[in-house]
């Protein structure tokens, strides 16, 4: 699953509008340290990217792309499924233009002949915003679309359709 990341609601919208309950997400490792919370994501197998302060915070710790990419292939091999944000980051202006989504997981999808499903939310913005740290009641909008087959796609071909 592809999905634009407004908020930190999301997961949990998504999965609550008709993702499969055993999809695991791609969290940033900060949130693993959450008191309840992070043990909750730990203990449910989703995958961890660990960051440091390099890139203005968005560098990587050596190997933690790799290792993440290596469970994230354990999870698709034992059917569960991937919740990606390709934008790698919330989008802070969900009115504008959607971010430019990154390659790592069309690559992935490509060399497992994984399809990708388009998931398009609105109105998580709302729900719970940025630096909130309470939610607040909102309409929400998930529509999944047709899933997009890999095979015979590249990265880039799959990342553009």
């Not at 609550?16 to 919370?37: D, H, Q, T, Y």
């Not at 944000?85 to 504008?96: F, H, I, M, S, T």
Request: charged content about 25%; proline content about 6%.
């Amino acid at each position: 699953y592809v999905i634009n990341h407004l908020s930190n609601a999301d997961p949990w919208i998504c999965s609550s509008a008709g993702m499969p309950s055993e999809a695991v997400w791609i969290c940033k490792g900060a949130l693993f340290k959450v008191p309840f919370g992070g043990w909750a994501i730990a203990n449910s197998g989703h995958l961890k990217v660990e960051f440091t302060k390099e890139k203005n915070g968005w560098g990587t710790k050596k190997g933690a792309v790799k290792r993440m990419m290596e469970k994230a292939r354990e999870c698709i091999r034992s059917g569960r499924s991937v919740g990606v944000y390709p934008e790698g980051v919330r989008n802070l202006n969900p009115d504008g233009p959607i971010g430019e989504f990154k390659l790592g997981f069309f690559s992935l999808a490509v060399e497992m002949g994984i399809d990708v499903v388009p998931v398009a939310l609105t109105g998580t913005e709302k729900m719970w915003p940025v630096n909130e740290k309470l939610f607040d009641k909102s309409h929400a909008y998930v529509s999944f679309g047709e899933p997009i087959a890999s095979i015979g796609e590249t990265a880039e071909s799959l990342r553009d359709k």
